[in-house]
Each structure stands twice: as C-alpha cells, then as structure tokens.
C-alpha cells in the first residue's frame, strides 16, 4: 500500500519518523517526498521552489492508495492549507483518509474518513486498509 503523509512543512520529521516505521512493514510504502526537504527558501526564492514541488506533490498523490493527514500542532501553529488541498485531492478521487490527530474544521466531521487519536490507532486503520486492499475490496 502506497501511502502519502500530509501535514504542515513544521511536522516533517514527525512524519520522517513515521515513514521509517512504516516503510519497515511489508506492503507499506510512503510516497511523500516533501518530508525530506530540509528547509524553504525565502522571497521571490520561494515562490519557484513551491511552484516545483506541488508538481512533485501531485505526482505523489497520483500513486498513492491512501492518504494520512497529521493535524498535531495545528492548532497552535496553523498550516498554510497545503496539507487540505492534498486531503481534498485524494478523497475526491475515492481514496482513503486517515486523520490522526485532533479534527479542526467542518470537514473533519465526515464519517467516510477514518479518525485515530495517535499513530497506534492509525497503525490498527492501516492494518484494516491494507488487509481489504489485498483481498479485492
């Protein structure tokens, strides 16, 4: 199962974390490349550099079978909406939607998404998804 791992740009190495762990268990693997960007540019700089990765950022999304949205810190330090339009793209499409973490707006309220309180909980969901995956649901 191929899954993609969105969050705000300051949860990246929460989500690296994640990754190695999940990436250790057969039949996961994380397609989210912008968790490794280290740090982005500023000024006119910045604008070229996210113009490239959401071209990066939709590849990703295209392969993957299910996206897991990190919400952890939003609250306090709100994201720019990235990490929403990635959970929009993917749940149009039919994908899952995982959400760990608290919920934060009206459409965190929708009962086809799948909420966890933590990662172990979201590990339990994984385990689900993928076992329906491999038998053809």
Do not use: H
Not at 9 to 26: C, M, P, Y
Not at 37 to 59: L, M, T
Not at 99 to 110: A, E, K, N, S
Not at 111 to 120: A, G, L, P
Request: net charge negative; hydrophobic share 35%; aromatic share 12%.
């Amino acid at each position: 199962m191929k899954i993609y791992l969105a969050s705000r740009f300051g949860n990246r190495k929460v989500l690296q974390e994640v990754r190695d762990t999940l990436n250790a268990v057969n039949n996961y693997e994380v397609v989210s490349r912008w968790i490794d960007v280290e740090d982005r540019p500023e000024g006119k700089a910045e604008e070229n550099f996210w113009g490239n990765w959401s071209k990066i950022d939709i590849e990703d999304l295209d392969v993957c079978d299910c996206l897991i949205l990190y919400t952890e810190g939003c609250i306090k330090d709100p994201p720019r909406g990235g990490m929403r339009f990635e959970e929009g793209y993917v749940y149009a499409q039919k994908k899952p939607v995982v959400v760990v973490g608290p919920r934060l707006i009206i459409f965190d309220q929708l009962e086809d998404k799948f909420y966890c309180r933590d990662w172990q909980e979201c590990y339990k969901v994984l385990k689900a998804l993928n076992w329906n995956k491999t038998k053809g649901d």
